[in-house]
């Protein structure tokens, strides 16, 4: 969620996030049990010398998920 809320002469920005209530044991057992298909989450890894080319890909509305490695 992004709510901008713009006024003259100042500009207020609120950020948020929403997840849903206890559901981390539900998502963790099946991740455990390789019962969730994970394949394609993850569309890239960088390494930390490429971090700003990371967040460049990361901004990407079409990326799910990144990883930089150190």
Same mark, same amino acid.
């Given at each position: 969620?992004?709510?901008?809320? %713009?006024? +003259? =002469?100042? +500009?207020? +920005?609120? *950020?948020?996030?929403? *997840?849903?209530?206890? @559901?981390? =044991?539900t998502a963790i057992e099946l991740l455990a049990g390789r019962r969730?298909? @994970?394949?394609?989450?993850?569309?890239?890894?960088? =390494? %930390?010398?490429?971090?700003?080319?990371?967040? +460049? *890909?990361?901004?990407?509305?079409? @990326?799910?998920?990144?990883?930089?490695?150190?």
């Amino acid at each position: 969620m992004h709510v901008a809320v %713009l006024t +003259e =002469p100042d +500009e207020v +920005e609120v *950020r948020g996030s929403y *997840r849903y209530a206890n @559901t981390y =044991p539900t998502a963790i057992e099946l991740l455990a049990g390789r019962r969730a298909d @994970t394949a394609g989450f993850v569309e890239f890894d960088a =390494p %930390l010398s490429d971090v700003h080319d990371a967040f +460049e *890909r990361a901004a990407d509305p079409v @990326t799910v998920k990144g990883v930089i490695q150190s």
